[in-house]
């Protein structure tokens, strides 16, 4: 289960913190993505963290801006996103997807692809 929070209302170059409560994780490691759709738009893969050992990717639109952390103990994971322009306004969701194996969480990660659990979403919108 996955549970968002932190979306908002933020006028452009402001900043807010996104946070994704997992749970119900039975493999070893698990990886867990923020994507986000605009109107009109697909959805896109923003930024994932493994379990493992902490390896994080970034779209190229937020890379600089968006920092991706965790808190394994509670199994929570933090969207911190800085510097926002009103194309990052979407509803962000989180999604997860477990794995006994590392190279697989590092490839769903790289790939933003195969997450089967997701949450149900938090809109951020970016306006003056």
């Known amino acids: 289960q996955l549970v968002e929070s932190g979306g908002a209302l933020v006028q452009p170059g402001g900043s807010l913190r996104l946070t994704c409560a997992a749970s119900?994780?039975?493999?070893?490691?698990?990886?867990i993505a923020w994507f986000r759709q605009a109107p009109g738009k697909e959805r896109e893969g923003v930024s994932c963290?493994?379990?493992?050992?902490?390896?994080?990717d970034y779209a190229d639109s937020v890379k600089g801006r968006f920092t991706i952390d965790r808190d394994n103990a509670n199994n929570t994971v933090y969207l911190q996103m800085n510097n926002l322009k009103p194309e990052d306004t979407a509803i962000y969701y989180c999604?997860?997807?477990?794995?006994?194996?590392?190279?697989?969480?590092?490839?769903?990660?790289?790939?933003?692809?195969?997450?089967?659990?997701w949450g149900q979403g938090t809109q951020v919108t970016v306006s003056s």
């Open positions: 999604a997860a997807e477990e794995s006994i194996s590392t190279t697989t969480v590092h490839a769903l990660c790289f790939m933003f692809r195969g997450f089967n659990s």
């Open positions: 963290i493994s379990s493992s050992d902490g390896r994080t």
């Open positions: 119900g994780f039975t493999q070893d490691y698990h990886a």
